[in-house]
């Protein structure tokens, strides 16, 4: 959660959950409601081992101010109680220092989490020293219902005589629904990924149908791939933080015969890893700084 309000369109969905000898992964789509109203897009991700809770959470996904945050904390079955904080950002795409966010610290009652379809509660929010910010209600649903509701849509669309073939299959509710979390960095966005390594890995694909897309790739101004045609074959780069920021542009060149531009970028340090994609006209630019803590 940052420490602005931001208003978007939202979407109830979570908790998917496989089974493992080891660990339990989760899914939360949902709402937060800020005190003032405000109401932002949330996502958990987390692994349950024991009574341990360790994930991330996604605000305001797919909007202009998408972050990705670390959690953690643990689940009480016998007393029904879920807690965990946001620690530590992985990314964001709002142009504030980590100093300025605040982390979202809830305490609730949840029973039955392997399987609940839906709760809610009040969290606390925290600066990073510990100081009282803005509090509000976290709101999820379960994925598997979400995903019940997903169908459910899609098959009155698909039957329904008012549409066309080509506008059913643009709005088709599941296309859309994974468009939302795909971390899409959009013409003019800048991400800003956070690390406290000395080093990062950058890897660069074409994730879809090979179509020529062509971009140039610069880095704190300098060129380091030009006229570069991406394909599927993982063109990997590993840079040294030599100062307090790196800034890496990608420049869309071409957009290849299908429209338009998008390519994969995947960064990783020791800790964490972040996956993007561009998704721009030709003569437009996107970036990625990334922030030494």
């Known amino acids: 959660m940052r420490r602005k309000s931001y208003t978007g369109i939202l979407f109830l969905i979570c908790l998917t959950f496989c089974n493992s000898s080891v660990a339990q992964e989760f899914e939360f789509f949902g709402v937060i409601k800020l005190n003032d109203t405000s109401l932002i897009s949330y996502k958990l991700l987390f692994d349950r081992v024991n009574d341990s809770i360790q994930g991330y959470s996604l605000t305001d996904f797919s909007g202009k101010h998408e972050t990705k945050s670390n959690i953690k904390g643990y689940y009480n079955a016998d007393k029904n109680l879920l807690s965990f904080k946001e620690y530590d950002i992985v990314y964001t795409k709002s142009p504030v220092v980590q100093e ?81 979390t795909r971390n899409i960095i959009a013409k003019n966005e800048n991400l800003n990924i956070f690390t406290r390594d000395q080093k990062i890995k950058l890897s660069i694909y074409d994730a879809g149908k090979e179509d020529g897309d062509i971009i140039n790739l610069f880095v704190n101004g300098k060129p380091v791939l030009q006229n570069y045609t991406v394909t599927h074959t993982k063109k990997h780069l590993e840079f040294k933080l030599e100062s307090p920021s790196t800034l890496i542009k990608v420049e869309a060149l071409s957009e290849g015969t299908s429209s338009p531009n998008t390519v994969r970028l995947e960064v990783e340090d020791n800790r964490n890893f972040v996956r993007t994609i561009t998704n721009l006209k030709a003569g437009e630019t996107a970036a990625m700084t990334i922030i030494k803590k």
């Open 100 to 180: 300025d966010f605040c982390f979202v610290n809830f305490n609730g009652n949840v029973r039955d989490l392997d399987k609940v379809k839906a709760f809610s509660g009040d969290f606390k929010g925290l600066y990073t020293n510990g100081e009282p910010c803005l509090d509000g209600k976290i709101v999820v649903n379960s994925g598997q219902e979400v995903r019940k509701r997903v169908e459910k849509i899609d098959k009155v669309i698909q039957r329904s005589r008012k549409f066309s073939d080509s506008v059913k299959q643009n709005i088709k509710v599941a296309r859309v629904l994974d468009t939302l």
